[in-house]
């Protein structure tokens, strides 16, 4: 069993790489053997997505040049860790009422035609199935259903409209809010651990039942 841990946060003690670090911790205190994969989106320099990148995802693997593969490299290693994990884990701080520079990034690499997603008569239809995906998100403020700041929150309808299209539709979010605000920051960190705690232990049982 494989856990792909994603950090996306500049900051090295963040609240969101605290989020995937307890949930990384409960997970294997019950999975022993299971193997986690940690990737930090920060300390990547990601490539533009340019033309010849275009060109080269487009290509199908026999009839791609050396040169292609080059472009590709980061973008395969990306996929690859992906599609071998059966449980990804990923810390999201909100930027500017939406995701980090690096996350986008690395999405950017892994939505990739016929590899990912698959282009047919019937449309676009995601690869990626058979995975269980937390989101952990920090949040300086609160946008709750029915709110007048949920109209504010491009984060999480993102994160699940994309992670959709690529298949990947067993999603659970979990949110650490109001983190710049002294009073209310802490006690909503602790729920959100406890949370998280609980959603590792559930994640682990569910997969033992299918063993």
């Known amino acids: 069993m494989k856990l792909l841990q994603i950090n996306s946060s500049a900051r090295r003690n963040s609240v969101s790489r605290l989020l995937t670090d307890k949930f990384v911790e409960t997970w294997k205190r019950k999975n022993a053997d299971g193997e986690v994969i940690v990737r930090d989106l920060a300390t990547i320099q990601f490539p533009t997505i340019t033309e010849e990148w275009q060109r080269a995802a487009a290509e199908t693997a026999e009839k791609r040049t050396q040169e292609q593969w080059d472009v590709l490299s980061l973008s395969e290693a990306l996929t690859d860790e992906l599609i071998e994990a059966q449980i990804i884990v990923i810390g999201a701080p909100m930027h500017n009422y939406s995701i980090s520079t690096p996350l986008k990034a690395w999405i ?4 990739r ?8 008569p019937g449309g676009a239809k995601g690869l990626l199935t058979s995975k269980k995906v937390f989101v952990l998100t920090a949040r300086g403020g609160t946008y709750a259903n029915g709110t007048p700041r949920e109209a504010y929150d491009y984060q999480e309808p993102y994160l699940r409209t994309i992670f959709g299209f690529l298949g990947l539709t067993e999603i659970t979010f979990i949110h650490a809010e109001n983190q710049v605000r002294p009073d209310q920051a802490e006690p909503s960190r602790e729920l959100a651990l406890r949370q998280i705690e609980k959603a590792a232990a559930n994640v ?8």
């Open 108 to 111: 950017d690499q892994i939505v």
């Open 113 to 120: 035609p016929g590899k990912t997603v698959q282009y047919g």
């Open 204 to 211: 682990q049982l569910a997969t033992a039942l299918h063993t």
